[in-house]
């Protein structure tokens, strides 16, 4: 990191001598425009309207115009004005934390100890440290005299830029100033939607999807050219999403209580995480039924198996029949033969639901 500003925080008659650097930067992946016809890059130039020729910078100053009159400053002047040219970071008072309002915030910015000895740097991050305060500051940075918050990050002293409270809007929405009633019930089950999302902050765990998606996109087009098919490279069709669909409070509150819970008890459940998505108790039943049929199957066996006796039986019985018939009439003979075979066939027939392999089994081994 290279160092912005140097300057030092004025604590009481301590003089804190630091470096500044920007704390934090922008990841965007940077884009610039160009002509659709043919690609050539489009570039902004400083032209000027008197003239009409294009002004190099070190040749343009800042003005301010009011009530059709304009006033030109140079950087001459504006170096001149005193606030600008301190490089002090002076601390005017110590305040809780929670004091000061997030919205203020505007930007960050480390500050590095700039003396052979950081004994005074780490008397004033201890004192912050020990009266659990939040040190407010006055600087200069960049043409412009700021509001600050001094505090404690991983041992190093933070400084952060609060915008000026007149540059804070004031919130007026007449829709707001409506008399809105809330059931006890909508209030009850949001305040459990709250608490089944409850969790610490750990910033690590999002991503910034945009520029994940435009990369991708980029390595589309490096890969296919004018040909690139955006449906497939990001399985959706472009512009497909953000249309939510209005239902009522209750419902919304409810199916959205419902997904938190399908999706914590099991994962890869269905989308739409209903109770019963994630929950395993639905397994109980199943095996139940599983049991259930096997009983009915050793059940069936063991019908099969008097079946198959009984036939055996009705076989051998037929047997003697048709021995002691053996003198009489062949019509007679047959037609009692024909009906042990009608009797065979009725007595196996009571499981013909089950393979015909296992009856043909059973039937051989009393035979």
């Given at each position: 990191?290279?160092?912005i ?28 425009q ?11 130039q400083?032209?000027?309207e ?10 343009i ?5 009011e ?9 001459e ?8 040219n ?8 110590f305040?809780?934390s929670e004091q000061l ?19 005074a740097?780490?008397?004033?991050r201890r004192a912050l440290e020990?009266t ?9 940075l ?5 509001l600050g ?10 400084l952060?830029?609060?915008?000026w ?15 809105i009633r809330?059931?006890?019930?909508e ?8 608490e089944?999302m409850?969790?610490d902050f ?9 520029q ?18 955006t ?8 512009g497909e ?5 209005v ?5 919304a509150?409810?199916?959205s ?5 399908g999706g ?16 395993e ?18 059940t ?9 006796a009984?036939?055996a039986?009705a ?12 003198a009489?009439?062949?019509?007679t ?13 009725k007595?196996?027939?009571?499981a013909?639901?089950?393979?015909a ?11």
């Amino acid at each position: 990191m290279r160092a912005i500003w140097k300057g030092a925080i004025a604590f009481g008659l301590v003089n804190v001598p630091v470096k500044v650097y920007s704390a934090t930067e922008d990841h965007d992946i940077s884009l610039h425009q160009v002509h659709n016809a043919d690609g050539g890059r489009i570039r902004y130039q400083r032209r000027c309207e008197v003239c009409g020729e294009v002004v190099d910078y070190s040749d343009i100053e800042k003005a301010f115009e009011e009530d059709g009159r304009t006033v030109v400053l140079s950087k001459e002047e504006l170096k001149s004005i005193p606030a600008e040219n301190s490089h002090e970071i002076e601390v005017v008072q110590f305040v809780p934390s929670e004091q000061l309002e997030p919205m203020m915030f505007e930007k960050s910015y480390y500050l590095e100890p700039d003396s052979k000895s950081p004994k005074a740097y780490v008397l004033l991050r201890r004192a912050l440290e020990d009266t659990d305060r939040v040190a407010v500051v006055q600087f200069a940075l960049r043409e412009k005299t700021r509001l600050g918050a001094l505090r404690i990050k991983d041992d190093v002293l933070v400084l952060q830029s609060l915008l000026w409270p007149d540059e804070v809007r004031e919130a007026s929405f007449p829709s707001l100033e409506a008399d809105i009633r809330i059931s006890a019930q909508e209030r009850d089950m949001s305040a459990a939607l709250v608490e089944s999302m409850a969790a610490d902050f750990d910033p690590t765990s999002f991503t910034d999807e945009y520029q994940v998606q435009l990369r991708q996109l980029i390595e589309a087009k490096l890969e296919q050219g004018e040909s690139l098919d955006t449906e497939e490279t990001f399985g959706i069709e472009p512009g497909e999403g953000g249309k939510g669909e209005v239902i009522d409070l209750m419902e919304a509150l409810k199916r959205s209580l419902d997904r938190k819970r399908g999706g914590g008890a099991a994962a890869g459940g269905d989308s739409d995480g209903g109770a019963d998505a994630g929950d395993e108790e639905p397994a109980k039943p199943a095996r139940k039924a599983a049991g259930t049929k096997a009983s009915g199957t050793r059940t069936a066996a063991a019908k099969t198996g008097t079946d198959d006796a009984k036939s055996a039986t009705a076989r051998q019985a037929g047997k003697a029949t048709a021995t002691k018939a053996a003198a009489k009439p062949a019509a007679t003979t047959a037609a009692k033969t024909s009906g042990t075979k009608s009797t065979v066939t009725k007595s196996t027939g009571t499981a013909e639901g089950k393979p015909a392999a296992k009856t043909s089994t059973r039937t051989r081994k009393p035979a």
